[in-house]
């Protein structure tokens, strides 16, 4: 239904309309969690945060990834665009675009599988990058599966750095940021200092 109703600039496209796969080097140390693929974004190129317009979430996604040596370009326009990442790999906690991009719990919870699966394809992770509440605490949810469990109960916030601890092997840190919405950054809640400095403190950590 979301990839039927398509926005008049992108009316002769051919919506991509599937659950989207994550996206990056496969030997990252920095895994970039974020909420769900854009309705005329990810969810019509099918790539995650991908042609949202220019200095929409994925071009400012971008450039802090390109700020930090994540990055060869800037922008995130369309699948063909060149775009590669370096130690770097970004997905999301759901797969499919929602209706008016608000994710149920319900979602959640059924795409956690998928997300426990992505992650267990890249094994050198060791920070988490979560870009808003949403993927904040469906990263926490995931750790709780995996008999993580912390308390108290870690709160979101950004630039917030959690530390887990687990018996058998040592968790990902994971470091909370602000989701690169228009509605963040068009009013200045979050600004492309803030994010790139998450960023340069995800690779100063992803090194420890």
Known sequence: MVAAE??????SDTY?????????????RVL???????????????????????????????????????????????IEDGLMLNDAYIAAAVRCAPPANKPHPDEITRCLDHLDAEVALLPRVRVVVALGKIGFDAWLQ??????????????FGHGVVVRMKMETERAPIVIGCYHPSRQNT????LTPAMMAGVFKKARKLAGS
Do not use: C, E
């Open 6 to 11: 398509k926005r008049r600039a992108y009316r």
């Open 186 to 189: 068009n009013t200045g809640k």
């Open 142 to 155: 995931l750790q709780r599966r995996r008999g993580i469990t912390l308390s108290p109960r870690p709160q």
């Open 32 to 78: 970039v969690l974020g909420l769900a693929p854009a309705a005329h974004g990810a969810n019509r190129t099918g790539r995650v945060f991908t042609g949202d317009g220019t200095g929409g979430s994925g071009d400012f996604l971008m450039r802090a990834l390109h700020a930090n040596g994540f990055a060869n370009i800037a922008t995130s326009q369309h």
């Open 16 to 28: 991509w309309g599937r659950p989207v796969p994550g996206f990056g080097d496969p030997n990252a």
